[in-house]
């Protein structure tokens, strides 16, 4: 069973590998910079830099950006709908977006509402988007009162 030490091991000795063999200042290839980010999930960041002779600044540098780039294709943007207040008709029980037509709620995903009154009140939910009328009720009933 391989540990965090011997990652750590195997890392340092491909970045000495790498020392070894390259031709000038060349640039540490992207895939080290992968293995030395991987290793600060188990290591701190000031023992992995010393360990591969590395400067923590870069890094850091190199992790924070692996980080950005795992959100960034793991999570897509937040979409928004906002409901107006006017246009809420209690007999029918339905709202008016911004957004011609009602919005589409095709997953199980949920939502974080939060609505906001011009006295400041706040009221923010977590909510699955199959209760889209609970949602509508509780919108109308706190603008309301």
Known sequence: MRTANDDLARTREAFDA???NRRGRTRIPHELWEKAVSLLDHHPITHVARQLRLDPT???KHSLAAHQ???SNSSPAPHFLEVR???LNSESGSTSTSAPGAPRLTTEAAWRLQIERADGHRLIL???SSEW???EALYSLF???
Request: no cysteine.
């Open 85 to 87: 207040a006017s246009g």
């Open 133 to 135: 009328s609970r949602i």
């Open 126 to 128: 977590s909510v699955p």
């Open 69 to 71: 780039s795992v959100l």
């Open 18 to 20: 790498w020392r070894v």
């Open 143 to 145: 603008l309301r009162a």
């Open 58 to 60: 870069k890094l850091r």
